[in-house]
């Protein structure tokens, strides 16, 4: 008995670790990639969501963001934002600035557009305004990293320390938007 429950908690837990490799990708600079649909992508469950990479501007968008590994192991610092930003054709739209993942955590779902709970308050006005045709949309999500504190000069010659930080990605994804 127990080595049938055994047997079906593998097998289980192998179909729901296939399945999030079947999605996830990590390119050769070690970001992993995002994956979009018009409807909530639920953990393990991509197939049912109807994954997609062209949308009409009006449609729902969801962003399912891996990361190359689980958070913790970033050893993320409490002075380190984890940030989400989005663009639209190349330019810069938002970011979003959220509280660092739970240490298991190796995804994210982001509320891109047309959700009814958007992430992006920015976004729905620039998608709105659209040129004709296809237009892209890329996410990513990354670490603003510590590297060092430099001296900075002041406008009254006075010298103030400040921090410098480096966006390390972790995950990014682009799609194709038409209106």
């Keep these: ?100 993942p739970d240490a298991d955590w190796d995804q994210i779902l982001v509320y891109v557009a047309n959700t009814g709970d958007d992430d992006f308050k920015e976004l729905s006005s620039k998608l709105q305004f659209l040129d004709e045709g296809e237009n892209t949309l890329q996410i990513s999500v990354g670490l603003e990293r510590y590297m060092h504190t430099k001296d900075v000069i002041q406008d009254d010659g006075s010298i103030k320390k400040e921090d410098v930080f480096k966006l390390e990605i972790i995950s990014k994804g682009k799609i194709v938007i038409s209106n």
């Design 1 to 100: 008995m127990k080595k049938g429950i055994l047997i079906c908690s593998v097998i289980l837990f192998s179909g729901v670790a296939e399945a999030q490799n079947q999605y996830r990708k990590i390119d050769e600079e070690g970001i992993a990639n995002v994956v979009f649909a018009n409807k909530s992508i639920e953990k393990g469950k991509e197939a049912q969501a109807g994954i997609k990479t062209s949308f009409k501007s009006d449609e729902a968008i969801y962003a399912r963001c891996y990361f190359p590994q689980q958070f913790g192991k970033y050893n993320a610092r409490s002075d380190e934002q984890f940030v989400v930003d989005v663009w639209v054709n190349g330019r810069f739209v938002e970011r979003k600035r959220w509280t660092h």
